[in-house]
């Protein structure tokens, strides 16, 4: 995307946090919280062997229920933080998790992706696709089989030769 429209949608997004009834200096500190604890949980997630689902969150691929039940811990993470930090009540600080969560979601991603260590990891990953299942094996050694032996007909079914 062009650096234009993302100054533009950062400007856009601070409108409408201030807007929704955050000050002006409570902006910078709902954006700063919303990092920490996208990175803390996907350092927890990470830790406890849901990489692959954390992954789907942060590129925004959650039509799974793995990945939901993920965006939704991560939601009520962010939401009581908030609550706490900023002081606001539950409801701003739904509208202010909808509002904030897709840009850091993004931008964590972004850094991720330039991280060493994660990008050998996701190579691993893509490897790991590229390796066939034990069923898909399975099913490829008996085409090739019925394709080396095909069937024979059964003399029985026939029809006799000599009436």
């Known amino acids: 995307m062009p650096?234009?429209?993302?100054?533009?949608?950062?400007?856009?997004?601070?409108?409408?946090?201030?807007k929704a009834g955050l000050t002006v200096s409570q902006i910078p500190q709902a954006v700063k919280i919303a990092r920490e604890t996208v990175e803390l949980w996907l350092q927890?997630?990470?830790?406890?062997?849901?990489?692959?689902?954390?992954?789907?969150?942060?590129?925004?691929?959650?039509?799974?229920k793995g990945p939901q039940l993920l965006l939704d811990r991560l939601k009520g993470m962010l939401l009581v933080k908030l609550m706490l930090h900023l002081g606001?009540?539950?409801?701003?600080?739904?509208?202010?998790?909808?509002?904030?969560?897709?840009?850091?979601?993004k931008r964590v991603y972004d850094l991720a992706r330039q991280n060493p260590r994660m990008q050998a990891w996701w190579?691993?990953?893509?490897?790991r696709e590229r390796?066939?299942?034990v069923d898909h094996i399975k099913t490829r050694i008996r085409d090739a089989g019925k394709k080396l032996y095909p069937q024979k007909p059964?003399?029985?079914?026939d029809a006799p030769l000599f009436i």
């Open 154 to 157: 059964d003399p029985a079914n």
């Open 131 to 133: 390796i066939p299942t």
């Open 44 to 64: 927890k997630e990470m830790e406890s062997g849901n990489a692959q689902q954390a992954m789907l969150v942060l590129k925004g691929h959650i039509q799974e």
């Open 88 to 105: 606001i009540r539950g409801a701003l600080a739904s509208n202010i998790v909808s509002l904030i969560l897709p840009f850091v979601l």
């Open 123 to 127: 190579q691993e990953q893509e490897w």
């Open 3 to 18: 650096l234009p429209f993302l100054q533009r949608s950062h400007v856009y997004a601070a409108h409408l946090l201030h």
